[in-house]
């Protein structure tokens, strides 16, 4: 039993803390509201240099699915024909994703191994291959894509070298942080036996750090999925750039939008599925 004397003391306690806890909700608050007002100039010049400006055209946000949907629906006899007919550019979107995080993924891993301190094969590069992994990561895979496709012309080429070099830096980030935590003890073992670099690192480090890397892959795969289908609207290639030349077409070709649309969403959610059950069953090790 808690000693009488004690009973102020616990008092006094739980003050404090109540006082704390308030001082964090009204500073919390006050964060809030001074976000919201350094957002609100920025919406009203955001709004001003809207072409039509944001709430004139706000009311209209559902004219396009609308028609689509109407349309859609006034030739739905034409749609397994038309899933069909766009299945082969669906397909050409998922090759790209998945040359793309394959690729992407071997050389994360590689770079991951050159980034860290106590694994690098050279310690004296590992500032310049962490900043290599830095650019490669912060320029986004549409700008890749543009520049490509101006110099190598349109096609899934372009899309596939963008996503693959936006990977290496973003999984080589993720890999290195992971290979940091690798048990040393097995790799100096290996080394003590005369094994060069790329032994200790694929018996020693690799084996420690598997499911994780395969996991934050097969999670890239899903973002490569979404990435491809947004290239096709420069041009490409896959199933995003039938779906741009359909909206860009308008009236009468609304239905063609549609099936892709059923195409690439349900593509998108199996995919987002099945590697999201295998990628918990990896990490918890859930095999029944």
Not at 130 to 142: G, H, N, V
Not at 216 to 230: G, H, K, P, Q
Not at 237 to 252: C, D, F, P, R
């Amino acid at each position: 039993m808690t000693d009488i004397s004690d009973r102020p003391h616990l008092h006094q306690m739980q003050s404090a803390y109540l006082d704390q806890m308030r001082r964090r909700r009204l500073y919390g608050a006050l964060t809030l509201i001074i976000f919201l007002l350094l957002l609100l100039p920025g919406f009203h010049l955001a709004d001003s240099r809207n072409a039509g400006g944001f709430w004139n055209g706000i009311g209209h946000v559902f004219d396009y699915p609308a028609a689509v949907l109407s349309e859609a629906w006034a030739k739905r006899q034409e749609l397994p024909g038309h899933l069909v007919k766009f299945f082969p550019a669906l397909v050409e979107t998922i090759n790209i994703a998945a040359i793309s995080t394959l690729i992407g993924s071997i050389g994360g891993m590689l770079f991951a191994f050159l980034s860290v301190r106590g694994l690098a094969c050279w310690p004296r590069l590992v500032p310049l291959f962490r900043r290599l992994m830095d650019i490669m990561r912060a320029i986004p895979e549409i700008v890749v894509a543009l520049v490509l496709i101006f110099v190598l012309g349109g096609g899934p080429v372009p899309a596939m070298i963008a996503i693959t070099l936006h990977t290496v830096g973003a999984l080589g980030k993720l890999f290195s942080e992971v290979a940091e935590n690798a048990d040393p003890k097995p790799i100096e073992g290996l080394a003590s036996t005369g094994a060069g670099w790329s032994q200790r690192m694929l018996l020693g480090v690799l084996p420690q750090v598997a499911p994780n890397f395969l996991s934050y892959a097969l999670l890239r795969f899903e973002i490569n999925i979404r990435a491809s289908a947004i290239l096709g609207f420069v041009g490409a290639g896959g199933i995003g750039y039938e779906l741009k030349n359909a909206m860009s077409w308008g009236q009468g070709k609304f239905d063609d939008a549609a099936a892709i649309f059923i195409l690439l969403f349900g593509t998108i959610v199996l995919f987002d599925q099945l590697s999201s059950s295998y990628r918990n069953r990896l990490v918890k090790g859930d095999w029944q």
